[in-house]
């Protein structure tokens, strides 16, 4: 069985991916896998078909490989793939869709205004406030601002990266992640950067962010995290795996931002982080991950 890591891609995030997909490929070669890379850009249907590969392992974060594109591709040349599904996989990007799915599986989310490119905001707004694209990942594009004075270049920053905005409450308390692996919790991770918020910087910077897990939190905080990752994860209708990122609000209550549907794979990825916590090293990972392929596939 030929395997294909998919890496690469036109996102804002490709070196993220190319990080994430040369990991994985070394996973799977030290598992036994017949694994082989292949670094796209934005691939077609023949060049994919003409790659020989039976299995795709996609790790390609962003636009066209977290959006459904590539699933969709695949999907069509009857090639299984690792990961969710077209439709999960364009909900997980689009947070205007995912978050309207939380609400309704009574999840709670920051309060938001969303605006279309070419628009500003009609209601009066109130700081802090989190500016994001609405189709992005890694923080492309997101900002904190304290002062509305700070409001158009934040805005003028994120339309950059896509033709819709968010503008979220920023939720004051402990941000965690929680990842899900074959619709279970992992356990949960407290993310602490050293910077404002947990940028790119920090994310992808040595040294930049401490990560606690589990994380210092009490039994039932926890409980409540692993439980709205898990319902997080359903809601969109994921497969295989995902990471939940979240607030643990000041009062207690967990906040939803969003589900990657694709997390990233590096040596300082959350998700390798959570599965070690429970046990779980990264080739194995891997290999679960890989699984999911055909437990999805059809």
Known sequence: MRIGVLMGGPSAERDVSLRSGKAILEALLSKGYNAVPLEVWLPTRQELKSAGIHVAFIALHGTFGEDGQIQAILEDLKIPYTGSKVRASRLGMD???????FKKARLNVPDCHVIKNGTRPRKKLKTPLVVKPSAQGSSVGVSIIDSLDELEGAITGAFMFGDKVLLESFVPGKELTVGVLDGN??????VVPKRRYYDEVAKYTVGMTEYLCPAPISGQEAKLAQEAGARAHKALGCSGYSRVDMILGEDGKVVIL????IPGMTQLSLLPKAAKAAGIEFPELCEAMLKSAFETAG
Do not use: W
């Open 258 to 261: 969003e589900v990657n549907t």
């Open 95 to 101: 947070k205007v869709a995912s978050r309207r799915l």
């Open 185 to 190: 919790p992992l356990p949960v991770i407290q």
